[in-house]
């Protein structure tokens, strides 16, 4: 079965710095990487999807790369922001009929 | 932009209850999913369904139970609730393998 891991758990960080969130999983057979934000009591908003056929995914201050065969992303964050603020999860996707979770890492930006 | 609504954002029942969640996804989606997340352990995968009336179990199935009656509505039915039930369930919808949209949540609380 398919794990997912994610580190830090928790990372705080003074506004303005670049930052890198990693995620980790043991089968490298997969259809698709996502990394997603969530807010507190709030569901979960798609930031970037790496098909596994690509190497990264950009959109705005945000970076995502992935390298199957070592079974890793990142997430790397430019310029952060005090709205950066939320936890971030990473979900693999093997088949297309679910995605695997991390357990997120939790991002604080210090104004 | 796809839509993928909950019926409630919180909810209290009481133990032995039958509870229903509802989701409706606007966007044609053949997938649907359930989700609950609980603290350190993430989300976790309780039903998925690919098509209408079709169904599959996930990683935490026991206890719940699911209905697609429709394309675009899926409804996971807890048949007798119970205090362990407690927790955030999340509705998700996709297009094959592709970029996963979910809900806001629904926060469930069984007293």
């Known amino acids: 079965k398919q794990e997912v891991t994610q580190i830090p758990a928790a990372l705080s960080v003074p506004e303005g710095e670049n930052l890198v969130l990693n995620c980790s999983f043991t089968?490298?057979?997969?259809?698709?990487l996502q990394w997603f934000r969530q807010d507190p009591g709030k569901g979960l908003t798609s930031l970037l999807l790496?098909?596994?056929?690509?190497r990264e995914q950009t959109s705005g201050r945000l970076n995502a790369s992935l390298d199957k065969s070592s079974g890793r992303s990142t997430l790397y964050i430019a310029a952060s922001q005090p709205g950066d603020s939320a936890t971030y999860l990473c979900?693999?996707?093997?088949?297309?009929?679910?995605?695997?979770f991390g357990t997120g890492t939790s991002l604080t930006v210090i104004p | 932009d796809v839509k993928v609504t909950q019926s409630s954002r919180y909810l209290v029942k009481r133990t032995g209850e039958k509870v229903f969640l509802e989701c409706v996804q606007d966007?044609?989606?053949?997938?649907m999913f359930w989700y609950r997340q609980d603290p350190g352990l993430g989300l976790r995968l309780i039903y998925f369904?690919?098509?209408?009336?079709?169904?599959e179990k996930g990683d935490i199935p026991e206890g719940y139970s699911v209905s697609r009656e429709k394309k675009e509505r899926f409804s996971l039915i807890l048949e007798s609730a119970s205090t362990n039930q407690t927790s955030m369930y999340l509705c998700?919808?996709?297009?094959?393998?592709?970029?996963?949209?979910f809900g806001p949540g629904t926060r469930l609380t069984v007293t």
């Open positions: 998700a919808s996709s297009f094959g393998p592709s970029r996963g949209y």
């Open positions: 790496i098909q596994s056929s690509q």
């Open positions: 089968d490298s057979a997969i259809y698709n």
């Open positions: 979900a693999v996707s093997q088949t297309g009929n679910q995605f695997y």
């Open positions: 369904s690919y098509d209408v009336k079709m169904k």
């Open positions: 966007m044609d989606h053949e997938n």
